[in-house]
């Protein structure tokens, strides 16, 4: 794979040679995720367009479209997942099977809606049969997610799953001695608490994925504080 200078250095020889063809005005058909990796500030639907055509890694060939995130550009909390699935990678939206419908049932149990946060994944293509994203996907994704969370600027993040959280925070250490405490990204509180899917295969970690979101609250609450109280303790999930 070309490093960045070498990236660099070939699209400037393309400008060059197509401005010499047609001038200063032309159409370029050039997949410019490389760019976004790096790029200064821009919107985060510019951003979107601009990794559209992403093939910086080989879940490239298998997805139907790249899932790039969904919810509110202003975002206090993030929700971080692991990869599209099935109907993701169909609808081009995170969250929208199963596991979605759960996660808005968490998150409505701790007095959020799904429009006021936002929500992404480490990697934004769809693994062949929904395994877990290679090493070297990853790493050629999260840049993405990182410069995400850079423009959206959270106060608070729930990791959903083992492989959102070891990727987001940089660690191999286990699920359940992250969901201990509360970590941090870059200034950042993390909360981490189980996936929605397997939660949807394991119900009986409910009660302990209530207890993190609490702690999530409790967490948002101290940091930002503009939600109304929660009257009434909500179903656990
Ligand atoms: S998973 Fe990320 S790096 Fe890989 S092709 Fe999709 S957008 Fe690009």
Redesign the pocket.
């Known amino acids: 794979m070309l490093n960045q200078e070498s990236k660099i250095e070939l699209t400037k020889e393309y400008f060059i040679q197509q401005s010499e063809l047609y001038g200063k005005e032309f159409y370029a058909d050039v997949d410019f995720?490389f760019a976004a990796k790096s790029a200064g500030p821009e919107t985060l639907s510019e951003f979107n367009l601009k990794?559209q055509n992403?093939?910086?890694?080989?879940?490239?060939k298998s997805?139907t479209q790249?899932v790039f995130g969904s919810g509110n550009p202003r975002a206090k909390l993030m929700c971080v997942g692991e990869a599209p699935g099935y109907e993701e990678d169909k609808q081009g939206k995170p969250f929208v099977g199963a596991a979605g419908q759960l996660l808005d049932k968490i998150l409505a149990a701790i007095g959020f809606n799904r429009e006021e946060v936002y929500i992404a994944n480490i990697?934004?293509?769809r693994p062949p049969g929904n395994r877990d994203?290679e090493p070297k996907?990853v790493a050629?994704?999260l840049p993405?997610l990182k410069k995400q969370i850079a423009m959206i600027q959270p106060k608070c993040i729930l990791a959903l799953g083992r492989v959102a959280a070891q990727n987001l925070l940089a660690t191999r250490q286990s699920l359940s001695s992250l969901r201990r405490t509360v970590q941090q990204f870059e200034n950042i509180q993390v909360v981490v608490t189980y996936h929605p899917a397997a939660l949807l295969r394991n119900p009986q970690w409910k009660r302990q994925t209530w207890e993190d979101v609490q702690t999530l609250r409790k967490l948002y609450d101290k940091i930002v504080g503009d939600k109304p109280p929660i009257l009434s303790k909500a179903s656990e999930t």
């Not at 992403?54 to 490239?60: F, H, R, T, V, W």
């Open positions: 995720s990794i992403c093939q910086d890694c080989p879940l490239s997805r790249v990697v934004k293509c994203p996907e050629e994704c993405f």
